[in-house]
């Protein structure tokens, strides 16, 4: 996906924490989004981080470093409906470019 | 309910047939998006129109022709494709603001698309 690069599976516990990496090529970087896709669903929105930092919206929070190319999306307090997969997509040169995807397995 | 809408959700057809996707957004956005989603393959962006205008077609196979009447509906006519382009396919809309570039896109249901 143009050099955006996420971890293809990833296993957690309910209750845990787990983070979701992604790197991506900074040249006309303008932004990173992430978005949650259950199987057989549409992705929907979870962040758009443009400032290196983090930002938090309730159990899940998107961190960004612009000179690294370098994002994460952390998620707490995981519950089992969090089974999906997520998808990082990064705004460069005004058009929006994604990653493969991550998927997560949340056991009980 | 995602404010934007696909039809049909499922498409079975053989490679002689013509048929047409379609998208239909009613979140007032000025940008409207054709995304490709095979299995274990990123999200391939076909097309994209903005302010009604195709702005982007990413060597996309001319069996695929999009239609862009309004800001709010969106096509996809397809003919003699191929079983590799069974695939979801998803239409998405978002606002585009002038040398902002695309906030976050909404997506649609998807149409689950069967070539044989």
């Known amino acids: 996906g143009q050099n955006i690069d996420q971890p293809t599976e990833m296993t957690a516990t309910e209750g845990a924490i787990v983070q979701i990496n992604c790197t991506y090529q900074?040249?006309?970087?303008?932004?990173l989004f992430w978005y949650q896709q259950h199987a057989g669903e549409a992705p929907t929105f979870l962040s758009y981080n443009v400032l290196d930092g983090l930002e938090e919206k309730g159990r899940f929070s998107s961190f960004l470093s612009r000179s690294k190319g370098y994002s994460y999306l952390l998620l707490k307090e995981l519950q089992m409906k969090d089974s999906a997969s997520y998808l990082c997509?990064?705004?460069?040169?005004?058009?929006?470019?994604f990653g493969k995807g991550t998927r997560l397995h949340i056991l009980p | 309910e995602t404010g934007v809408t696909q039809t049909p959700r499922h498409l079975v057809m053989g490679m002689t047939n013509k048929k047409s996707l379609k998208c239909e957004q009613h979140l007032g956005h000025n940008a409207m998006y054709w995304y490709k989603q095979s299995a274990k393959k990123p999200l391939e962006l076909m097309f994209v129109?903005?302010?009604?205008?195709?702005?982007e077609n990413n060597s996309v196979p001319s069996r695929f022709s999009p239609e862009c009447p309004n800001s709010s509906h969106l096509f996809l006519h397809l003919h003699t494709l191929q079983p590799e382009d069974s695939a979801l396919y998803l239409c998405a809309s978002s606002q585009v603001a002038s040398g902002s570039g695309p906030y976050e896109q909404y997506f649609g249901p998807g149409t689950r698309l069967t070539v044989t």
């Open positions: 900074t040249s006309g970087f303008n932004g």
């Open positions: 997509a990064a705004n460069r040169d005004d058009k929006i470019i």
């Open positions: 129109y903005s302010l009604e205008e195709r702005v």
